[in-house]
């Protein structure tokens, strides 16, 4: 088997489908949820402790002097980001679980029976007595 028909294959397995589509749709929802957290929850959270606009925190380790520009720890982004990820995390958290409970209820009820094996079960049951 050539190199090109080995790569077919496995680019053509369902998995690396899903994959790919769940990384496309992940890096979109990523997207979404750094908007969501920028300019919605962010800024009620700097108006209500004093007006900070969180990516404007920095600390200066060197002023800037001359052609250098400053030194500066941007711990205001970094806040951002934790906000961030523990948005993605939450909501990955609730899907999850959703997903989850759908399958212990899919568990938990057994299917019914064909109507056809309840049949045979009954003259099975009558040719006993």
């Known amino acids: 088997m050539s190199m090109l028909q080995e790569f077919k294959q496995f680019a053509i397995k369902g998995n690396v489908v899903d994959m790919a589509v769940g990384v496309i749709i992940g890096a979109a929802f990523g997207k979404?949820?750094?908007?969501?957290?920028?300019?919605?929850?962010?800024?009620?959270?700097g108006v209500l402790i004093g007006?900070?606009?969180f990516s404007g925190l920095v600390l200066t380790i060197k002023a800037s002097s001359g052609p250098n520009s400053a030194v500066v720890i941007g711990y205001g982004k970094f806040i951002q980001t934790v906000v961030d990820f523990t948005i993605v995390a939450a909501v990955i958290f609730i899907v999850v679980k959703g997903i989850n409970s759908l399958k212990k209820q899919a568990e938990a009820a057994p299917a019914a029976p064909p109507p056809q094996e309840v049949l045979l079960r009954e003259i099975r049951d009558l040719l006993k007595k």
């Open 32 to 45: 979404i949820v750094t908007s969501l957290v920028t300019d919605v929850v962010m800024p009620p959270i």
């Open 51 to 53: 007006g900070v606009d």
